[in-house]
C-alpha cells in the first residue's frame, strides 16, 4: 500500500508572444444585439358551416381562452370574417394552425386558420 498521494504534474508557463515586454494588443469585446425572433399571428377565418360553439371549444383548448374571451374572438371571426387568436414564434403557430385544422378535420367541419407575420 502507498503511503504517500501522487504528486501533481508541474503546470508549464506560458511566456506572452514577444517575451512579454509589455506591447501586446487587448481587444475589446463587443455587445452582441440579437434580434428578438419574428412573431405570427394565428388567424381564424369564418366560414358559414363550422357552429359557433365548435370554435368557442377551439380556442379554449388550443388557445387558453376563458368562456367569455373565447366568445369574444368566436363572435369578432363570425361578424368581421377573421379573428386572432394569438401571437406567437413561428413554430408555436404553425404547430396551433395544425392543431386546428386536424381537430376540424376529425370533426367534419371546414374551418380554415392560418398564421402570418405580425406588422
Known amino acids: 500500500m502507498a503511503t504517500q498521494t501522487p504528486s501533481k504534474p508541474p503546470v508549464p508557463t506560458i511566456q506572452p508572444p514577444g517575451g512579454g515586454d509589455g506591447d501586446s494588443v487587448v481587444m475589446e469585446r463587443r455587445a452582441q444585439r440579437v434580434a428578438p425572433p419574428p412573431m405570427f399571428q ?3 377565418l369564418n366560414d358559414d358551416y363550422t357552429p359557433m360553439e ?3 371549444v377551439v ?3 388550443f388557445f387558453n381562452k376563458d368562456r367569455e374571451a373565447a366568445t369574444q374572438i368566436m363572435l369578432k371571426i363570425h361578424l368581421d370574417g377573421r379573428g386572432v387568436c394569438g401571437v406567437y414564434s413561428r413554430d408555436v403557430a404553425s404547430t396551433k394552425v395544425e392543431q386546428v385544422l386536424d381537430a376540424a378535420n376529425k370533426a367534419g367541419h371546414p374551418l380554415q386558420c392560418v398564421s402570418e407575420p405580425v406588422e
Open 42 to 44: 394565428v388567424v381564424m
Open 54 to 56: 365548435f370554435v368557442v
Open 59 to 61: 380556442l379554449q383548448e
